[in-house]
């Protein structure tokens, strides 16, 4: 095992800036550099946190040293000095990276907007930690992807998963560009279905028998998530709410504690101090949790800008074998962020 | 058969100033007058189109007189002048009225709000108008239920329908008193699974198989409904929209005809000349509509504010015995408030 690896982070918005903080906690990881193409107020921070800060290319470097950024060098200068990429750049945008990132002969780690065919591997911790150790890249599926993967692999493990269907209230925009994108007093259906994110799930665990359906709701705090799922048998509550608790990173609410919409839930993580008022884990409703007969009826929030941190560090330490054992590099990553099993408070 | 029925209507808020409205376009019906509590420019308005009103109580009354209502009486005389009142009074009001209409020996009909036991009867037209006839009472269900009666008993009636569990997005508040009632940038999640709207559902059909959960969205345009139907056997997606069509109010809306969201729909609707911009089907997605082996996937909207008025003067006409044919009064009805069976456009 290594000691500490050096990472890049190319790409700093709203993911690449959470990577950047977490890559900063872990103990078995150093933070090369970050790098961008703006040169506003988002890079400023980064200069501002002391982080090294790297230029897509020149001429994004010249507009950087008139914003008066202190500019370390290009992307090309910043790939010499890592190890491994985590690639946080817009979606579509990583495929045209990935080139360079072989070029200089580093690992990589992709975002969810990206093909699973740009890495040939999708992966989430719980699931598939395993098989990504070693390999040269890999790409961790998205958000909503990442909470189903998650609740469902509990089910799974517990041996009670036959097959789910969901509906997804998709958030509209993320908070930092709401005045750019936002829709008010609306709600937007993704023309087809099933939703992408069914078949994404797939992408990690082909056996997962899984169809979505989603849509677009005027808010800007987190996606929920309502599932109606078919065990294999008969189960009490107390028996599927002990298969969720035994995930590493889902987390129970109540409704009967207040916490009786997704802006209550975002209030108790900026009250728990989290930067950013980021939930890492999937919110579950423990008491609007019902079992009917072998049915399962449950909703949960899934707060989009966080919930792939933990999964990328994880990430980083399967492709770079720092820890070969998943459950291993989950509690490190947990610790490091802070992260509650089974409830919050 | 009679010739003209005469209808009172007390409570002219959302619902009640669209079944005077409606009532006044049957050429079999006759409006006695409507009722209120209030004196602002909601009843004012009512005044305006020459509808003859009444107040509440003596000291309604007074409060109406003083704001330059002219008013006619009140409530008790108002009774004495009709034959049938559609009672559209808030949400538990009604329980109380009941007996004033019982006394005065008269038809009534509450709205969804009210609890089935109010009247021991719950009313859709396609689905079980001739239990209704001759009745003293019935409850028109609310607009969620009425959707699902709707859906379902097409499905039914094609002998597809095995089981159904839908995701309902429900508009935060109604347009008129959004000042008040809104919620902004989060969603509020009914705290139980199953929601009422199933069970309801099950006060007109009890043989549906339905199970509910229910979402609180911050727009006030419509309701979503997402659903999964467990069908009888497996079915092509074009068997299944005939199904749909052969519903005398489901309509269907193309995402690639650029109805793609609530407000898109809304829009059709005020350009389609309809009063208020209401929408008295149900909106159904046909591109977006999948069927899956025996699987069943599809979204639609509900107009709430509208959705149950045609619905309501058919249950005056059973109740009344106007007219002893389901469909006749369907059509009776379609005609009158240009309802559009299979497409709006």
Redesign the interface.
């Known amino acids: 095992m290594k000691d500490k690896v050096k990472i890049a982070v190319n790409g700093y918005g709203v993911i690449g800036k959470r990577v950047a903080d977490a890559v900063r906690l872990q103990g078995d990881m150093e933070l090369s550099g970050i790098c961008d193409v703006v040169s506003d107020w988002r890079v400023k921070v980064a200069a501002h946190k002391r982080y090294p800060v790297f230029a897509f290319d020149s001429a994004s470097q010249e507009q950087m040293a008139k914003a008066g950024i202190q500019v370390q060098g290009t992307l090309t200068d910043l790939l010499k000095s890592c190890e491994l990429v985590v690639d946080c750049t817009p979606k579509k945008i990583a495929a045209q990276n990935i080139e360079k990132y072989q070029e200089a002969r580093l690992k990589f780690i992709v975002q969810g907007g990206e093909k699973h065919e740009t890495t040939g591997h999708s992966f989430s911790a719980e699931n598939n930690y395993d098989t990504a150790l070693g390999r040269e890249s890999t790409r961790v599926v998205s958000c909503n992807t990442t909470s189903i993967i998650r609740t469902l692999t509990a089910l799974k493990k517990a041996g009670l998963l036959k097959r789910a269907?969901g509906?997804l209230?998709r958030r509209a925009t993320d908070p930092w560009e709401s005045h750019l994108n936002g829709?008010?007093?609306?709600?937007?259906?993704e023309?087809?279905?099933?939703s992408h994110q069914g078949p994404d799930a797939q992408s990690v665990d082909p056996e997962l028998d899984v169809?979505t359906?989603a849509?677009k709701?005027?808010?800007?705090?987190s996606h929920?998530h309502?599932w109606?799922v078919q065990l294999t048998r008969e189960a009490s509550k107390e028996e599927v709410l002990q298969a969720f608790s035994n995930s590493s990173r889902i987390a129970m609410i109540s409704?009967?504690d207040g916490l009786?919409?997704?802006?209550t839930v975002k209030e108790l993580m900026l009250s728990l101090n989290r930067p950013y008022g980021d939930m890492y884990e999937v919110a579950l409703?423990q008491?609007?949790?019902?079992v009917?007969g072998s049915?399962l009826?449950?909703?949960y929030l899934v707060d989009n800008q966080a919930i792939v941190i933990p999964e990328t560090i994880d990430a980083i330490r399967a492709l770079t074998r720092l820890e070969e054992n998943a459950q291993a590099s989950i509690q490190k990553t947990n610790a490091a962020l802070g992260i509650r099993q089974g409830a919050f408070i």
Chains 1, 2 share one sequence.
């Open positions: 269907r509906t209230l829709i008010i007093n609306t709600l937007v259906p023309p087809e279905i099933p169809i359906a849509v709701v005027p808010e800007t705090l929920l309502y109606n409704y009967g009786s919409a997704n802006n409703w008491d609007m949790l019902k009917v049915e009826f449950f909703a």
